[in-house]
């Protein structure tokens, strides 16, 4: 992938400084999009550097349509270029949906669904013009099966199923593909709470994933030998939803 240019939402922790390192170690350079984590952002930035391509952060509220807007043209402009698109920015709100407030739904809905939307309205003309575009979203397990607790959760990612289906009927002519990855339990902040008790139960590999397994797929989805994969939903959670 050298001299293509990946944009990761979300890159500062977990999956998506999983998923920059291993496009930097690929040979790409990255555009890390974070919302708060300064230091966390910084510190994935210097170490994509250490991969000899470049690396930009950039901090930028997904869910806001103009801010992406603003942030997407800087990354243009930076790298001259964006050829891959990680849509992997989300948050986790979990309550029952008879005592969820407004705010919750909307929070969790708006940084995971509406930020993928976002990034792809803003990037998808760049991605076009690429010979290689590519967009990769981090949907869920709970998008397919839904869990109780996660009635928001679970309508954001299955929404980003909706949408990779459509994004890559409409792209595909241009060139350009759209798949998901679906995962289970992975090993990272927002799991830090599960208990190996439950993991032994549901997983049938019986443990955690790790966001390098994770990083990897992405990385595959962005190469040239998944030229030929558009509109896919793939899941990596270790049998949890065979």
Same mark, same amino acid.
């Given at each position: 992938?050298?001299?293509?240019?990946?944009?990761?939402?979300?890159g500062?922790?977990?999956?998506?400084?999983?998923?920059?390192?291993?496009?930097?170690?690929?040979?790409?350079?990255?555009?890390?999009?974070?919302?708060?984590?300064?230091?966390?952002?910084?510190?994935?930035r210097?170490?994509?550097?250490?991969?000899?391509?470049?690396?930009?952060?950039?901090?930028?509220?997904?869910?806001?349509?103009?801010a992406? /807007?603003?942030?997407?043209?800087?990354i243009?402009?930076?790298?001259?270029?964006?050829d891959?698109?990680?849509?992997?920015?989300?948050?986790?709100?979990?309550?029952?949906?008879?005592?969820?407030?407004?705010?919750?739904?909307?929070?969790?809905?708006?940084?995971?669904?509406?930020?993928?939307?976002?990034?792809?309205?803003?990037l998808?003309?760049?991605?076009?013009?690429s010979?290689c575009?590519?967009?990769?979203?981090?949907?869920?397990?709970?998008?397919?099966?839904?869990?109780p607790?996660?009635?928001?959760?679970?309508?954001? /990612?299955?929404?980003?199923?909706?949408?990779?289906?459509?994004?890559?009927?409409?792209?595909?002519?241009?060139?350009?593909?759209?798949?998901?990855?679906?995962?289970?339990?992975?090993?990272?902040?927002?799991?830090?709470?599960?208990?190996?008790?439950?993991?032994?139960?549901?997983?049938?590999l019986?443990?955690?994933?790790?966001?390098?397994?994770?990083?990897a797929?992405?990385?595959?989805?962005?190469?040239?030998?998944?030229?030929?994969?558009?509109?896919?939903?793939?899941?990596?959670?270790?049998?949890?939803?065979?």
């Amino acid at each position: 992938m050298a001299g293509r240019t990946a944009v990761i939402t979300g890159g500062s922790r977990g999956i998506g400084r999983a998923a920059a390192l291993s496009m930097a170690e690929a040979g790409a350079g990255v555009a890390i999009i974070y919302s708060g984590n300064e230091t966390a952002a910084e510190d994935t930035r210097r170490a994509a550097e250490n991969f000899s391509v470049p690396a930009k952060a950039y901090k930028c509220d997904v869910s806001d349509f103009n801010a992406v /807007k603003e942030t997407c043209d800087k990354i243009v402009e930076d790298f001259g270029r964006a050829d891959i698109l990680v849509n992997n920015a989300g948050i986790i709100r979990d309550g029952l949906v008879l005592r969820m407030p407004e705010e919750d739904f909307d929070a969790v809905v708006g940084v995971s669904l509406k930020g993928a939307f976002n990034m792809i309205r803003h990037l998808s003309r760049t991605l076009i013009k690429s010979p290689c575009g590519r967009i990769i979203n981090v949907s869920s397990v709970s998008g397919l099966v839904g869990n109780p607790g996660q009635a928001n959760y679970s309508a954001a /990612k299955a929404g980003m199923i909706g949408m990779t289906k459509t994004v890559a009927r409409e792209l595909a002519g241009r060139g350009v593909t759209c798949n998901a990855i679906a995962p289970g339990f992975i090993k990272t902040d927002m799991t830090s709470d599960v208990s190996g008790e439950l993991i032994d139960k549901v997983v049938p590999l019986k443990r955690m994933g790790a966001a390098e397994e994770v990083a990897a797929l992405a990385v595959f989805l962005a190469s040239d030998s998944a030229a030929y994969i558009t509109g896919e939903v793939i899941r990596i959670d270790g049998g949890m939803c065979i």
